[in-house]
């Protein structure tokens, strides 16, 4: 019987942060919940608050009556400041690089404290930072490269809804949100076999959804991607990239 927490953390106070609760109660592993921000999972009003990880963790074990074994982020996260690149950052980029699937650059500004804050929140909860050389219940994660092991491609999945006019260039506005939509029902299907209850959580936007309410689509997407990484980890099918400082975990294919 487990639980597994799923953070796509934005890199800024003003966005949002995409949350996925899964759990196993002993007959296989579901979604329970998923939001697109923390104020709409704890269900009360957030902006910046030094009990955050305390609160996500007693809200989940609320909503399953277990205490979560794993807390999966979709940011860089380190037993050092952050600074610059990280060894893990080269480690995961030289192996995924090449499939379009390279991590951004972390600085001290962004994420910087946002990330210490949460490495440290949970920490002081039991909850340390999990890297190659240590046990610990926070794993970072990156959904780009898990999607390329979960959905056997060769490359990156473009379902970014801000990059479409990058991805697709020469095809009318109405096209590629409809070759956006394509991608993001395949990518849901493929999390759904993994996380039931996913494809009931997450249908697709209405037709002539824009702005913010995809961005809130596609985080939340991420969020569950991040819990079936989450899982993953439980359970030991996962490589890590990284040192001891920090550590991106992948799972296998």
Known sequence: MSAVLGIDAAWTRTNPSGVALAADA????????????????????????PHLAE???LKAKELTGQEVAIVAVDMPLSHQPIAARRASDDALSKA???RHAGTHTASAIRPGPISAELTQGFARLGYGLM???????????????????????DRRLPYKYG????????????ARIGKL??????????????LPGTAEALPLPPEGTKGKAMKAYEDMLDAAICACIGISVLIGDVQGFGDEVSTIWVPRR
Do not use: C, N
């Not at 990059?163 to 109405?174: C, M």
């Not at 939509?181 to 993994?194: F, G, H, K, L, Y």
């Open 181 to 194: 939509r394509s991608i993001w029902q395949q990518i849901v299907t493929a999390v759904d076999t993994r």
């Open 96 to 98: 995924y690089g090449a």
């Open 163 to 174: 990059k479409i006019g990058k991805y697709w260039p020469d095809d009318t506005p109405v």
């Open 131 to 153: 890297t190659r050389y240590s046990d610990g219940k926070l794993a970072e994660v990156y959904p780009h490269p898990a999607l390329i092991e979960y959905m056997k491609a």
């Open 26 to 49: 002993g007959s296989g592993w579901h979604l329970v919940s998923i939001a697109a921000s923390y104020a709409e999972f704890l269900g009360e009003p957030y902006s910046t608050d």
């Open 55 to 57: 609160k996500l963790l």
